[in-house]
């Protein structure tokens, strides 16, 4: 398993997204589980705080859609409404133990 992990929200988003994708498509097909570090503030998807991001207003947070895409990877099919923000890390766990 390789664990948490997460970028800053000072890192410009499109080499955040980048690398972040990197990882997510190669951890999986090594058979390594994953997780984002953090669902919110700085290193988070949901009111992160980033300078470069368009946000999508969700239950009065913001959440940077692109990155919650790239998290939920090919299993993606939970929408917003499905979670809630204190068990939203869970979202982000990789389905590949």
């Known amino acids: 398993m ?3 992990f997460g970028a800053y929200n000072k890192t410009p988003c499109p080499v955040a997204l980048c690398w ?3 990882y997510v498509d190669l951890w999986p097909a090594a058979g390594w589980g994953w997780a984002i570090w953090n669902s919110t503030g700085p290193m988070g998807i949901i009111d992160s705080d980033r300078a470069d991001v368009e946000y999508e207003n969700w239950h009065s947070h913001k959440v940077a859609r692109e990155m919650l895409t790239l998290a939920q990877g090919w299993k993606a099919g939970l929408s917003l409404t499905a979670m809630a923000v204190s068990g939203a890390k869970d979202l982000f766990q990789s389905r590949y133990r």
Do not use: L, N, T
């Open 2 to 4: 390789v664990g948490e």
């Open 20 to 22: 972040m994708k990197d």
